[in-house]
């Protein structure tokens, strides 16, 4: 599976969008961009993930660069539960193997 | 009601003690894995099964075991536990759609072997 490098940490003011980069420059052509987060040692929560086309479902937006490599999440309006260590994880579909977690992004809602 | 349960969610045991960790779920998926995260790591695989029949070692297998008892149902046991099994351990569960097998992780454990 791909490498990905994440800013280790961000904030946000509280109803704006934040926008959590991701580059993934060696990401092969079945390989999908999926996002998790996790809130305070509670377990992973999937949030999105796509191959090439954006993507939107009621928690985010996933923006993929037409080269495919380099994506955004965005979380179009922030609130203080939104708080939590987003990951960015590129991964071949349907393999059954794990996903691997690496440190991800520490996003801080603030106030 | 939450589609993937773990039990207990805390437990304080002692070194070479037998632990059994379950996970229960209703999202109707074959696939089961265990993880254990220790603190500022990401996630290590312990032990994954597709179906009832099949069981299959991850990353860090050794010291742990599983029992697939049904469809629904994903054990793991620590037979004889040490202070370094002290961690969060994840269930998670998934399925195959549209050529993607999203993984969807429980609450957690947390264990603590004194």
């Known amino acids: 599976d791909a490498k990905t490098t994440q800013p280790p940490s961000m904030d946000c003011a509280e109803g704006r969008a934040a926008n959590l980069p991701c580059n993934h420059s060696?990401?092969?052509?079945?390989?999908?961009v999926y996002w998790y987060r996790q809130i305070h040692s509670q377990g992973p929560q999937y949030i999105i993930h796509?191959?090439?086309n954006n993507e939107t479902n009621e928690m985010a937006s996933l923006i993929i660069t037409e080269d495919r490599k380099s994506s955004t999440l965005i979380l179009p309006h922030a609130t203080l539960r939104d708080t939590a260590v987003y990951y960015c994880?590129?991964?071949?579909?349907?393999?059954?193997?794990?996903?691997?977690f690496g440190t991800g992004t520490s996003l801080t809602v603030i106030p | 009601d939450a589609d993937v349960t773990q039990t207990p969610r805390n437990r304080i045991t002692k070194t070479g003690k037998r632990i059994m960790l379950e996970c229960s779920q209703t999202?109707?998926?074959?696939?089961m894995y265990w993880y254990r995260q220790d603190p500022g790591l990401g996630l290590r695989l312990i032990y994954y099964?597709?179906?009832?029949?099949?069981?299959n070692k991850g990353e860090i297998s050794d010291g742990y075991s599983v029992s697939r008892q049904a469809q629904a149902k994903f054990s793991l046991s620590l037979e004889s536990a040490i202070p370094n099994q002290t961690a969060l351990y994840f269930c998670?569960?998934?399925?195959?759609?549209?050529?993607?097998?999203?993984?969807?992780f429980g609450p957690g454990t947390r264990l603590t072997v004194l």
């Open positions: 060696t990401i092969s052509g079945n390989e999908y």
């Open positions: 998670a569960t998934s399925g195959v759609d549209k050529r993607t097998d999203t993984q969807y």
């Open positions: 999202k109707g998926h074959d696939r």
């Open positions: 796509g191959l090439k």
């Open positions: 099964s597709f179906d009832v029949k099949d069981i």
């Open positions: 994880i590129v991964r071949v579909g349907d393999t059954g193997n794990q996903f691997y």
